[in-house]
């Protein structure tokens, strides 16, 4: 069996986070020459073209407003 090493715990928080994060980043953290933290920022983009999405969503909010001022605008 291999001896453990100090970074074992890091490397495996490091590729635990390269497994589960499509898009974003793993920040390593050091102090005094250790690593004291490792975060993992995952980005989710929502496009306009799919629905049900948040983009989505608030372009339609938009446009019902809009359809609503233009009806007033015509009284």
Do not use: N, P, W
Request: with cysteine; glycine share 6%; proline share 0%.
């Amino acid at each position: 069996m291999a001896e453990k090493t100090q970074y074992d715990d890091v490397l495996d928080e490091i590729l635990h986070g390269l497994d589960r994060i499509a898009f974003g980043e793993i920040l390593i953290t050091i102090h005094d020459s250790r690593v004291v933290q490792v975060e993992h920022r995952e980005k989710k983009r929502f496009s306009q073209s799919r629905t049900g999405d948040c983009a989505g969503r608030a372009q339609h909010d938009h446009d019902a407003v809009d359809d609503r001022t233009a009806g007033e605008r015509r009284k």
